[in-house]
């Protein structure tokens, strides 16, 4: 087993994934809500709610 550096591994990453073509945060597929249940949709739109009245903005995109 070779070891690498945390540097040789973040480089490595750094190449897969412009070989790949990813850049940025949203690379992973966000999840579309249509298998959610209904008390988890009531809870995300509760949580969307409150946000919204304390004027902050939600830190992902909530499906329901």
């Known amino acids: ?4 550096t ?3 591994l973040a480089a490595r ?3 897969k994934r412009a070989e790949l073509g990813l850049s940025g945060k949203g690379d992973v597929q966000p999840n579309s809500g ?10 995300l739109r509760n949580i969307a709610e409150l946000a919204a009245r304390d004027g902050r903005e939600l ?3 909530a499906n329901y």
Not at 1 to 4: D, G, L, Q, T
Request: no cysteine; proline share 4%; glycine share 0%.
């Open 13 to 15: 990453i750094s190449q």
């Open 1 to 4: 087993m070779r070891e690498i």
């Open 34 to 43: 249509r298998r959610r249940t209904q008390s988890k949709r009531n809870l």
């Open 6 to 8: 945390i540097e040789e």
């Open 59 to 61: 830190p992902f995109k």
